[in-house]
């Protein structure tokens, strides 16, 4: 059955064949970079916190997606299993940024980033 | 508190039970055996050393009352009974030795010199016996006499006074008991610690912080000396305890066999221990520390300046005077002689002039050490310690006597604004303590300074040119010293005591502080000593009057005389070139100096007691006869004869100004200079390496650290990609 620990553990005995054609992981990487380009051009471009925030969401997920395409592609979980520690971590990250934002707009009763430059110097 | 103290008691006692009764001072003349002395003589110098912790304990609970005095007097009068039971079991000859536990013991080979062992351990013999008795005796009422003088202290004050005053005590007893130089030099460097804390007492009073301080460094030369000495004594004879190193001295040769006369150390070591000497006792070019040390609370100059820490100088000569004796010039002793004569002399001629009743009572402590030393000089060492014996009575006395009137008149010590005061209630035993005390100072007949003086006088024409050069002419000095001695002594005594009462308060209260004091001014009632002071003034002046009794007891001139013949102090003058020597009465007819053809002995009674009461009249005729007010007397119209000097005199014949020029301003300057080198060139240098990469760092953080979000993130997105671009255009 699954042998976790000889690490021969693969798709192919998960019921998945064959392995994704060269072809069509890139065009899964090519949805990715796009994803992350978005993320980050938003994450430069705006001032607004909570923006700013989603941007980098983005930029995770697509960063994820990559990594689901390239288990697939090995025909390994080693993706699959990045991605869902990706997620949880992303999720209790959320909750915190987003407490942090309201507890900073509580501050300035305002969104914009460019309020905060106490590091200065 | 009581786990300590029970371990001190335990390890004094095992200490006793462990003594060494063995080992006798192989051939010593005078015969001194070694004995081990009771646990007793150990807690002598503990005791004030554990009030000094009391103390200390109390002040950390902020004690408001005068527990501090309290605890000290107690301790020290404890420690003066064991002094006491410790004499009383004395075999009047042997030489008690206690260790309590190994000190500094050093090892570098198994040779002669190549090992030094010195043990926190005790040493008491006739000398240090007859220091240790006076010692413990005048700290004890001199304690009770601070209980009440330093009253309006009590608090933390209180605490700190009478902390420093055990300590001293403590101090003085390693000093004085202590087995080898390097007990001796803890002590000596202990009082000395002791006597800048006390100096600078009124530490918010700059007068008496410079005091303290000009105190200290001018015992730091002295302490050179000492300290020189004892390294070159521990070079040449192998070893710093007294009873070996005695032995190797009498023994007449080095610990690497060379016969002491041809070595350079049998006169070196000697002037190197009469500087450090010289510097504890204010004598020759050291003197000036002393008359400042006056801004400390009287009881700490009745004690520490006139009658104990100052007499350690003598206590250093008397107890090496086997080694200062084992030269044959006596070069020396010479010194010494000169030395003590001389300042004798300068400090009288200063004292004559001063306002100051405490200042004049410094510089004549300056005048009778003088005495002190030429007696040790002119070999007359009974003389001198005899000296040292009664001084400590009459001058505590003195002082009390001038402590008092300076506490009940608000500070005032001028002897311009004070008159009468023997009318003054509450006075009566001022002033006749004051009144016994300036008989002893002045050598009135029949008075213990008499004695003691005469002894020292006398021995001074005794003990021939031959062996000390012109030791008759010292003794002119001396005599000539004692006149006018006599004549100031005096004139505080006409000034202030007697003669139309007269007198105003002085501007503070206690010489110090602002405890907010409303009447003085205009209302003004002098306060007389309480039963603390006038019993302990009592106690002293009786203790003056009766330590002149000494004098006739015993075989060797009197009981000093025993004393000192008990201890190393005693040398067989016959050793010294077959000459007479001073504290031998059998030897002294072998050649003996004479007065005009009399014995001195004998004719320096007369004589002094007439120079004596030429001086006392001069004092009479000038300052008491027809004075009807305290500011003037008939000596206004006298000095003005003498046209600039009597100015001179009063402004110390301007040594101090002297010294400022010869030393303290180059120092200065040096000092001056060496700081802006450290601070231009050393800090520069180190300013330099710190300072680049502060600036490097300032310059360009100034210009990243912008504190905006995005300039961090575009930051870091440049550096990715820069990093992507190398990994892919160069890696691959």
Redesign the interface.
């Known amino acids: 059955m699954i042998d976790l620990i000889s690490g021969t553990f693969s798709l192919a005995q998960a019921g998945y064949p064959e392995a994704m054609a060269a072809s069509t992981l890139n065009q899964y990487l090519f949805v990715s970079a796009a994803m992350f380009a978005l993320g980050l051009i938003g994450f430069m471009t705006r001032r607004n916190l909570i923006l700013m925030f989603l941007c980098t969401e983005l930029m995770f997920q697509a960063a994820g997606l990559s990594m689901i395409a390239f288990g697939r592609y090995h025909m390994n979980f080693d993706g699959q299993t990045f991605v869902i520690f990706v997620l949880t971590i992303a999720a209790a990250e959320a909750a915190m940024a987003l407490a942090l934002v309201v507890l900073l707009f509580r501050k300035r009763e305002s969104l914009d980033a460019d309020l905060w430059a106490e590091l200065k110097g | 508190m009581m786990a300590m103290t029970g371990a001190i008691l335990e390890s004094v006692l095992s200490a006793a039970l462990a003594a060494d009764p063995a080992g006798g001072m192989a051939g010593a003349e005078h015969a001194a055996s070694q004995s081990s002395g009771g646990a007793l003589m150990a807690l002598i110098p503990l005791l004030p050393l554990f009030g000094a912790v009391l103390v200390g304990v109390l002040a950390c609970f902020n004690e408001k009352s005068k527990m501090p005095a309290y605890v000290t007097v107690g301790l020290l009068a404890a420690s003066f009974v064991l002094t006491l039971i410790t004499y009383l079991g004395w075999d009047g000859h042997s030489v008690m030795q206690i260790r309590l536990w190994d000190w500094i013991g050093l090892s570098w080979g198994d040779g002669v010199g190549q090992s030094l062992d010195a043990g926190f351990a005790f040493y008491l013999d006739g000398l240090s016996l007859l220091w240790m008795l006076f010692v413990t005796g005048l700290a004890t009422l001199i304690g009770l006499y601070a209980s009440e003088y330093m009253e309006h202290d009590v608090g933390l004050g209180y605490c700190r006074f009478f902390g420093a005053f055990c300590l001293f005590v403590f101090s003085m007893s390693c000093l004085v008991m202590g087995d080898n130089l390097l007990m001796l030099f803890l002590g000596w460097e202990g009082v000395g610690l002791c006597s800048y804390l006390l100096i600078g007492y009124y530490y918010k009073k700059k007068s008496a912080v410079d005091a303290g301080m000009k105190a200290f460094i001018v015992n730091r030369i002295g302490d050179l000396g000492l300290l020189i000495g004892t390294l070159l004594t521990f070079t040449t004879f192998g070893s710093l305890e007294f009873t070996q190193l005695f032995s190797t001295i009498e023994a007449g040769h080095s610990a690497a066999g060379v016969p002491l006369g041809d070595t350079w150390q049998v006169w070196a070591i000697p002037l190197l221990f009469m500087a450090g000497a010289f510097g504890k006792s204010a004598q020759l070019f050291f003197y000036v520390w002393l008359p400042d040390a006056m801004e400390g609370p009287t009881p700490v100059s009745a004690l520490i300046h006139a009658a104990t820490m100052v007499t350690a100088g003598v206590y250093l000569v008397a107890r090496m005077m086997p080694l200062f004796v084992a030269d044959t010039h006596l070069i020396a002793l010479t010194v010494v002689t000169w030395g003590g004569a001389i300042t004798a002399f300068w400090a009288a001629t200063i004292a004559m002039a001063q306002y100051d009743i405490k200042r004049i009572m410094g510089y004549s402590t300056i005048s009778q050490l003088g005495y002190m030393f030429a007696g040790l000089g002119v070999l007359a060492t009974t003389g001198g310690v005899y000296h040292v014996f009664t001084h400590a009575f009459f001058k505590a006395t003195l002082f009390l006597s001038c402590g008092a009137v300076m506490h009940g008149f608000a500070g005032q010590l001028d002897l311009r604004k004070l008159s009468g005061l023997w009318k003054v209630p509450g006075f009566k035993i001022v002033s006749i303590a004051m009144l016994i005390g300036c008989l002893n100072l002045a050598g009135f007949p029949f008075t213990a300074g008499f004695f003691s003086k005469d002894m020292i006088i006398a021995e001074a024409f005794v003990t021939p040119d031959s062996m000390i050069p012109g030791s008759s002419w010292a003794g002119w000095l001396m005599l000539l010293t004692a006149g006018l001695t006599a004549y100031y002594t005096f004139r505080v005594f006409f000034r202030v005591f007697v003669g139309p009462t007269e007198f105003y308060p002085g501007d503070d209260h206690h010489g110090d502080d602002d405890h907010g004091d409303e009447d003085h001014a205009s209302t003004f009632h002098p306060h007389g000593p309480g039963w603390a002071m006038n019993f302990v003034l009592i106690a002293l002046a009786g203790g003056s009057v009766l330590a002149a009794g000494l004098y006739f007891m015993g075989d060797h001139h009197g009981w000093a005389g025993g004393m000192v013949h008990a201890s190393s102090a005693q040398f067989d003058p016959a050793q010294i070139g077959g000459h007479a020597g001073g504290s031998s009465a059998e030897q002294a007819d072998i050649e003996h100096g004479t007065v005009f053809g009399f014995d001195p002995h004998k004719a320096m009674y007369y004589i002094s007691a007439v120079v004596g009461f030429i001086g006392i009249g001069a004092a009479w005729w000038l300052h008491l006869a027809g004075r009807t007010q305290a500011a003037t007397s008939r000596m206004e119209s006298v000095a003005a004869k003498f046209g600039p000097i009597p100015s001179w005199a009063e402004h110390k014949w301007y040594v101090d100004e002297f010294y400022d020029f010869l030393i303290v301003t180059p120092l200065r300057l040096i000092s001056n200079l060496f700081f802006w080198f450290d601070r231009l060139v050393i800090d520069g240098i180190v300013e330099l390496f710190g300072g680049t990469p502060k600036m490097g760092s300032e310059t360009i ?2 210009a990243t ?6 300039d961090y ?2 930051r870091m ?1 440049a550096g990715t990609a820069a990093v992507l671009v190398v990994v892919v255009l160069v890696l691959y």
């Open positions: 953080g100034n650290q912008t504190g905006v979000l995005h993130a575009l997105i």
